[in-house]
Nanobody
Framework: VQLQASGGGLVQVGGSLRLSCVAS????????MGWFRQAPGKERMFVAA????????YYADSVRGRFTISLNHAKKTLYLQMNSLKPEDTAVYYC????????????????WGQGTQVTVSS
């Protein structure tokens, strides 16, 4: 398994969650790592990404200012800190590594985690 995501759950509006994604050595040595999400009946959408150094970081407009993506190189782990959660953040969240191009916002990555469910209740 190249990527293993965890940390999802049920949270109330305005609450916080932190997602984690443990990566293999191969997956971690990627130009970019990122998070995507897929809500029921919708396409998988870009959430956030960063370069392997940990910066720069990139965010979808819908999460900028509320979510923070980060890396722990020693643990080979990618994080997504999610604050001020809204019902529209409800989705399955996927971590990804090694995009097939420099378009990090496209869901065209070589490695994907298995997904972790985030549900925000109002």
């Amino acid at each position: 398994v190249q990527l293993q995501a965890s940390g999802g759950g049920l949270v109330q509006v305005g609450g916080s969650l932190r997602l984690s994604c443990v990566a293999s050595e191969q997956a971690f040595n990627s130009n970019y790592m990122g998070w995507f999400r897929q809500a029921p009946g919708k396409e998988r959408m870009f959430v956030a990404a960063l370069r392997w150094r940990g910066s720069p970081t990139y965010y979808a407009d819908s999460v900028r200012g509320r979510f923070t993506i980060s890396l722990n190189h020693a643990k080979k782990t990618l994080y997504l800190q999610m604050n001020s959660l809204k019902p529209e953040d409800t989705a399955v969240y996927y971590c990804a590594a090694d995009p097939k191009s420099y378009d990090y916002y496209k869901d065209e990555y070589n490695y994907w985690g298995q997904g972790t469910q985030v549900t925000v209740s109002s």
